[in-house]
């Protein structure tokens, strides 16, 4: 892995970055597709990044469906021509009394890692506001479907489906733009959600703030291209580009934007 690669990244993305070298190399001396697990958004622009300046090799992104936020990734040599099923990826529906209660995105992923299965092996979890459905890992989908028998107190089973049935996720993102005067965590939630700066601060500090899932609780963390802010009650803000910078030195950005 070429050293400079290292300085256009977080320190906390350099371990995700050596896992890309190894995954390049190997199919670069074995002459065959590898097939990574689910990616958030960042990493998946984070290893484009590393094949475009590292190698010759192809590469393809797929999450079960075309607007997939999650998705795998299948490198291979210029010989290979994929197709979806190269991806192992599996449908699977959460059916439940649709009649008497309702579900959440928190509460079925919650339960699902509550399997042991890690994150790396879910995609999305999409719902149309009353049918809810989850992007599996083939290998990890048996297990899975056998394990789920509830999520909280409500009675479920989880059925694979085909992807003709795929439901039609109810799209609530906005497109918005924002200028900033850092790229801090705390200041971004306090510009998109009109709170104080201080507010924003409290919400990071007591553990409702996620960036690309993990927790974070560091106000002063810098975001970049593509991270993905979760709030707990708010909603959700992806970085989309950046374009820019003002006179004044501030930040235009365009932002994905998801309000509760």
């Excluded at 199919?27 to 010759?56: G, H, K, M």
Aim: aromatic letters at 12%; proline letters at 3%; charged letters at 30%.
């Amino acid at each position: 892995m070429n050293a400079n690669v290292y300085q256009h990244f977080r320190k906390d993305e350099h371990p995700f970055i050596d896992s890309a070298g190894d995954w390049i190399e190997k199919v670069e001396s074995q002459y065959a597709p590898y097939l990574t697990e689910f990616l958030d958004p960042r990493q998946a622009y984070i290893l484009e990044t590393i094949i475009r300046q590292n190698s010759d090799l192809s590469f393809r992104f797929y999450g079960g469906y075309e607007q997939a936020e999650r998705k795998r990734c299948l490198i291979f040599p210029d010989y290979y021509e994929p197709t979806t099923e190269d991806f192992n990826i599996k449908l699977i529906e959460i059916i439940y009394p649709v009649k008497f209660t309702s579900l959440s995105h928190g509460k079925i992923l919650g339960t699902l890692m509550n399997t042991g299965i890690q994150r790396q092996y879910f995609g999305d979890i999409i719902s149309d506001g009353e049918r809810w459905q989850v992007f599996i890992a083939d290998e990890t989908m048996n297990f899975v479907v056998a394990q789920v028998e509830k999520i909280g107190k409500i009675a479920v089973r989880l059925e694979e489906r085909t992807y003709t049935e795929i439901i039609m996720p109810k799209d609530e993102w906005s497109l918005e733009h924002a200028t900033v005067s850092s790229m801090r965590l705390d200041n971004l939630i306090s510009t998109v959600y009109n709170i104080s700066r201080q507010r924003s601060k409290q919400l990071i500090e007591s553990g409702k703030v996620k960036i690309n899932w993990a927790e974070n609780i560091r106000p002063d963390f810098p975001l970049e291209l593509l991270d993905i802010v979760s709030i707990r009650g708010f909603g959700r803000i992806q970085i989309q580009e950046l374009e820019g910078k003002t006179k004044k030195e501030k930040y235009r950005l365009l932002l994905g934007v998801l309000r509760k």
